[in-house]
């Protein structure tokens, strides 16, 4: 009997899918209960169920997504029953996944990320090529730096990532680039894994996958500079994501971001700027003040609203004409008041510090929204306690971002050519 996969938005599962799914765990050795499944439903995106027959013979959680702009298939929690079928099954799975890929991401390379328990989980792989890490071949500086891109997206610790002996980079074919994360069974691994299963399975994929998107050599270098190529990368491939996963944003990965969003230049040294950081249920204060729900029901953007974190860059003005009325500022005049300001610098530092936080949004595998907050300022300013002298500029939606993007009428406008941007001597 053929086996037939059917790929759907993981909320659609049922709950007697959800305990057939748990049946299959339950033949060991990965002995998800149904409570534990659910939570993947949280954290993924889309689950394929591979049946024959009636029977379930397997399924494997997954999402496509952008990764620093990049598109990509990331697997995730799957479970085959233990049959003599069950290579073909794992392959019927991830080949329905490659599938919706394509239709997702036509005409762009897609980048593939997962994490093994053991290495027998590359049998699913065994039709593709390149694959890293892989015996007898010794990972380059590139492949490398990629394999920490990808344990830094696991959320694995440094010091429990070892990228040498087995460097985590499968290319496949020309299209696909699959950048797999093979976890050695080791304790370190198992927790970060965030399973808490004991023994290794060796068909289930069993913890969150990551990839990153395979740095372009810059056309300007013969010389790999992986450093350089991966801020271009940031840079070129951020776009703004209006649909996230509403799953959470590990703490370590914000403060990481809102770090390097106070680490900007700023007029005098003066640092007026404030970050309102909210996350989880706390966002949902600031949509109630400031889209109605008679407004909801026509939002373009739906799941905009599930961004799990919302930052709100505030700026201070009061802080600039003070700093401006030091000595060594007196003779600009600027310290005079706000009016004397042909350009508001507190705008300028705010923003600069806006745009630092989307591209370590990006940096770090997550989508970013800069949006104004138009008529709805004085009402977040009141909801979040921002003092009166204090300018919020905008706010920033940031999260995982949904492989499947609404642009907005804004977006589709073409870039301005170089040669009518850039003025070389005069304009
Ligand atoms: C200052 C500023 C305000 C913006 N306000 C909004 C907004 O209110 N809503 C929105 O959907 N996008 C907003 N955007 C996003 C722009 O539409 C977007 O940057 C532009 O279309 C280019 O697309 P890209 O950033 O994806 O390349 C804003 C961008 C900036 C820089």
């Not at 989980?121 to 990808?150: C, M, N, Q, S, V």
Request: neutral net charge; proline residues 6%.
């Amino acid at each position: 009997m053929a086996i037939k996969v059917v790929t759907k938005d993981c909320t659609q599962l049922s709950d007697a899918e959800l305990a057939e799914m748990a049946d299959i765990c339950a033949d060991g050795p990965s002995l998800y209960e149904v409570g534990q499944l659910s939570k993947q439903v949280e954290a993924w995106v889309l689950v394929s169920l591979a049946r024959e027959g009636n029977g379930l013979k397997g399924f494997s959680f997954c999402t496509l997504e952008r990764i620093g702009g990049t598109p990509s298939v990331l697997i995730g929690l799957a479970s085959v029953k233990r049959t003599s079928k069950r290579s073909s099954v794992l392959r019927a799975i991830l080949a329905d996944q490659f599938k919706r890929a394509v239709m997702a991401f036509p005409d762009e390379d897609v980048l593939m990320g997962t994490r093994f328990a053991t290495a027998s989980g590359f049998e699913a792989f065994r039709t593709l090529d390149d694959i890293i890490p892989r015996p007898d071949h010794k990972a380059t500086g590139e492949e490398r730096a990629w394999g920490r891109r990808l344990a830094k997206r696991f959320s694995i610790s440094s010091s429990s990532y070892d990228d040498k002996p087995l460097s985590p980079l499968v290319t496949v074919r020309s299209r696909w680039h699959l950048i797999t994360n093979h976890s050695r069974p080791t304790a370190s691994i198992q927790r970060s894994s965030g399973c808490s299963r004991t023994s290794a399975p060796s068909e289930a994929i069993r913890s969150l996958p990551s990839a990153g998107r395979w740095p372009r050599i810059s056309p300007r270098s013969s010389d790999l500079q992986v450093g350089v190529m991966q801020f271009a990368d940031v840079v070129a491939n951020r776009r703004m994501v209006r649909a996230f996963e509403s799953r959470p944003v590990p703490t370590d990965v914000l403060d990481r971001i809102l770090d390097l969003a106070r680490h900007v230049p700023a007029a005098g040294n003066t640092q007026g700027l404030d970050l309102v950081v909210l996350e989880g249920e706390q966002t949902a204060k600031y949509w109630d003040a400031t889209l109605p729900s008679e407004r909801r029901v026509n939002f373009p953007w739906p799941r905009l609203l599930d961004a799990p974190v919302l930052i709100i860059p505030v700026s201070w003005p009061a802080a600039y004409v003070e700093r401006y009325s030091e000595s060594d500022k007196q003779r600009t005049g600027l310290g005079e008041g706000e009016d004397a300001w042909t350009v508001p610098y507190w705008y300028v530092d705010t923003a600069f510090s806006a745009m630092v936080a989307m591209l370590a949004a990006v940096d770090e595998g997550l989508g970013a929204l800069f949006f104004g907050q138009f008529e709805h300022e004085s009402a977040v300013k009141t909801a979040f306690n921002i003092p009166e002298d204090r300018y919020p500029v905008g706010t920033i939606a940031l999260g995982y971002a949904l492989g499947e993007q609404r642009p907005s009428a804004s977006s589709q406008r073409p870039r301005r050519a170089f040669d009518e941007v850039v003025h070389r001597g005069s304009w």
